[in-house]
Each structure stands twice: as C-alpha cells, then as structure tokens.
C-alpha cells in the first residue's frame, strides 16, 4: 500500500524501559535515584518544562528572585545520600519564625506562653483554665481538628491565639471539617506542649541537644534559584542511565500483557513498571479509571513583593494567626541572599478559595499589613504566581478514599508515591525522602 499514514510501526521501534516515573519532583528524583541502584532502566517524565515539581522560582526583570512558598533544608537530610552534589549548592541560613497574633502583636511561633497566656490577665488566665478544664473533662470524643485542638488547649486559647483561623487560613475548610487522623499525624506539636509527658520529653531532648551541640544547618536554595540546584541531580541521575522527558505532554496509560504503554505528545514508550509521584486524580484520568472527586488540593497564590522603607519585625517568615487578612506566610529572601537595588524582597502565599484574583489578594494584604505595621514605607507588587495542587486537602474522609483510590492504581498496576501521589503532606524534603525509600525498598 502506497498510503504511509497506514503502515504499522514495529512496538521494537519505540523506547523500551524497565520503570517510568511519572512526576520529577523530589520524590520523583528519588524515586529514580533508587530504581537507578537497583539496575533498572528507568525514563522521568513530567509535563512542567523543569524538575523540581512545586520547588518553583521566579526572577523578576530586577533580579528579584522569589519562591513558591518558603523552602529550608538540612545538610543531614538524606536527600543528600542520593544527591551529595547538592551540599555545596545550597546557601547557609539563619532563618527565624514569627506570627502575627489576634492582638496585632508579632510573637513566637506557634504559641507564646507570655503573649498568649500571661498577657490574657486574671480573667483571661481563669478562662483559658476553665475552657482546658472543661474539654478534658467533657470533649474526649474527638471527631475532627478543631476537637483535637480544643481538647488539648481549650477552646478559649484555641480562638485568642489564633490557631484556629490558622487552621482553615492553611487548609482551606473550615476546622471542624478537616480530618482527625490528619490533625494527630500533622499537629501533634500542640499534644507535645500540652502534656505534662510531652513537656518532659521536650525538655530532655532540648538538654541531650544542647549537650551534643547543633545537628543540623539550615540552608536554602542558591540565590539564582531552583534550576541550578537540581540540574546537578539531573546530571548524577543521567551519568547513572536515567532518561528525563520534560514538557512531555502526557496522555495514556495503557496496560499491556508484560507492561504498560506510556503515550507522550512525541510518542509512546514501553515500561514494566510504572511509579506515579503526580496527583491521584490525574494518574486516574491517565488510566481511564473513575476519579475520586473528593481528593482535592490548595490552589496556591504567591505575591511577589519589594519593599524599601521600615519592617515592623524581625524574623524572616511570619505567619497570619489574626483574624483578618487571607494571606497565611510570608518569607523574607532578602534576609537570606541580602538585598537587591538597596531593597528588601518576600513572598507572599494567599489560598486561592479566600480570594477569587491576585488583585484582590494583593489589595487585602497591603490593607492588612499596613493596619498592622508590618511594613512602612514603598511596597511594589513585583509579580505573582498561581499554583494548583500546591499540597492536598485533609477534609474528613480524604484519607479513605486516597486508601482506595491508590489500592486501585496498584491494581491496575500503578505504584502511588510521594506527597502527591500517595495524598500525603509533606513538609519537608527529607520526609519526601524517607518515604520514596520506604516504599521502594531502599537500603
């Protein structure tokens, strides 16, 4: 037949791999890294053009560059068995914590003994009392975060710190909505300060630190950003046999007898083993099985600012515990890399479901900050960035249908990893480590 648009191209003809990972994130990279040691031909692919996943920059034409987010490593992480080049990379840091508490006052985070407790005078002090007494007493039956919250502090302290804006301010729902088991793995902190059993373990701990000496640095990305971070992971991975497919343009997961068709916007590849980092639902919809709806995530809007003029604090990141204003964190990177045209730079993140644009969120902030006195002088909107499945959403009954959705992936065929992949928060990359190691038996 003269027509070639008909003629059959052998399967010999397209790319042949032991494992694909779907998603080049941390856990993505990790997960190559391991497979890469076990001697199989593995292939990254990702539908962003860069690697790194959410770990995002953006350089203004000033040279102002900015995060998603507020990103700190250590020089312990196990990160660094898998990709030692990365040390020399990273920029040394002191970073500092603050909050802006429902009283306009920049305190210690998470909770101030002096701000929160003291300051609430007699009468505050006999209600923060009463209101712990009484939910030890009578709200053992926890159901959700805010019971979880409210037994271990009161429901008293638990509104004059803050903490429970802060809760649906970060997750996105109102407290009581989001799930139980979350708030035990995730704010366990708050069973740690408020028990006599967690207060003296902390205390020994603090003296066994303070014995040995500090154990860890904390560093950031260098100050051009991301890219010149994890292209030495990229190298490594390559001068290993790993192949990277970015801006892939996935389309299909299709299950074959000995393996899986994987369909690229360039073609498709053939694998015996898929390992899926990228979100629940959208590895679903690859594999044409039926999403699960209730598996949501934060759209994430970043607020890219300079600033010349006086902070009303010191600290490098601050969190909004007040009452007003969407916006939950904001990260000073000037006080890491120092500051560019004699200006001060930081970012800003704002969920997308407490405002409907950037404008909105950029108007709220400048009217709550300058209430507050966080920043006096010249405030320029340098840009702005939105960022969808920024991290999951912990809504009751998540947690069940991320179980179900992912033993149904593995019966299909698909391993389900990572913060995204198996819908679990992960603060931190050496956790995202840890648990790439654990599930793909590392070590």
């Known amino acids: ?48 053009s860069h690697v ?15 995060d998603v987010g507020s990103l700190i490593f250590q020089d312990d992480s196990p990160l660094l068995r898998h990709f030692p080049e990365l040390l020399p990379r990273y920029v040394p840091i002191n970073p500092t914590w603050g909050r802006l508490n429902p009283q306009g006052r920049i305190t210690v985070y998470p909770i101030s ?44 302290l638990l509104q004059r710190s803050g903490l429970e804006t802060y809760m649906k301010r970060f997750y996105g729902i109102e407290p009581e909505k989001i ?22 373990r902390k205390f020994t701990l603090i003296r066994r630190q303070a014995a040995a000496g500090p154990v860890n640095r904390q560093m950031a990305r260098p100050r051009e950003g ?24 996935l389309r299909k997961l299709s299950k074959l007898n000995d393996g899986f068709e994987v369909s690229l916007a360039d073609g498709p ?10 979100p629940i639902p959208a590895a679903e919809r690859l594999c044409d099985l039926p999403s699960h709806s209730a598996l949501n995530t934060i759209t994430l809007i970043t607020l890219y600012f300079s600033f010349r003029g006086t902070r009303g604090f010191p600290q490098s990141i601050i969190y909004n515990f007040s009452h007003e204003g969407f916006w939950k964190r904001l990260t000073v990177y000037s006080d890491f890399y120092g500051s560019q045209n004699d200006r ?15 404008d909105q969120a950029e108007a709220d902030f400048r009217n709550h900050t300058r209430a507050n006195a966080l920043f006096t002088g010249e405030l320029k909107l340098e840009g702005s960035q939105i960022l969808e499945n920024a991290y999951p959403i912990y ?11 992912i033993a149904k992936l593995r019966q299909f065929g698909i391993e389900s990893i990572g913060r995204q992949g198996a819908f679990n928060y992960q603060p931190t990359a050496r956790v995202s480590t840890i648990e790439v190691e654990a599930a793909l038996g590392s070590g």
Do not use: C
């Not at 009468?123 to 009463?130: C, E, T, Y």
């Open 1 to 48: 037949m003269d027509d070639t648009s008909l003629q059959v191209v052998p399967l010999s003809k397209f790319p042949h791999f032991d494992a694909v990972v779907l998603g080049a994130g941390i856990s993505g990279l990790v997960a190559a890294s391991i497979l890469s040691e076990q001697g199989q031909r593995t292939l990254v692919v990702d539908d962003y």
């Open 52 to 66: 790194g996943g959410n770990h995002m920059d953006w350089t203004s034409p000033e040279g102002y560059t900015f």
């Open 113 to 156: 003994v002096r701000d929160d407790i003291l300051a609430a005078g007699p009468l505050g002090l006999s209600r923060i009392a009463f209101s712990l007494i009484y939910a030890r007493l009578f709200r053992r039956n926890m159901r959700n975060a805010r019971d979880f919250a409210r037994y271990w502090i009161g429901a008293y």
């Open 179 to 200: 799930d139980l088991d979350l708030a035990r793995k995730r704010m366990g902190w708050i069973s740690e300060h408020a028990s006599i059993k967690g207060l003296l």
């Open 226 to 249: 991301f890219a010149s971070l994890y292209d030495v992971a990229v190298q490594r991975l390559k001068v290993a046999g790993v192949s990277f497919r970015l801006s892939a343009g």
């Open 269 to 278: 590849v053939f694998t015996k083993r898929v390992i899926s980092t990228i």
């Open 344 to 358: 001060e730079y930081f970012a800003v993140e704002v969920i997308a479901s407490q405002v409907l644009t950037v």
């Open 395 to 405: 809504s009751q009954g998540a947690a069940q249908h991320a179980t179900q959705a």
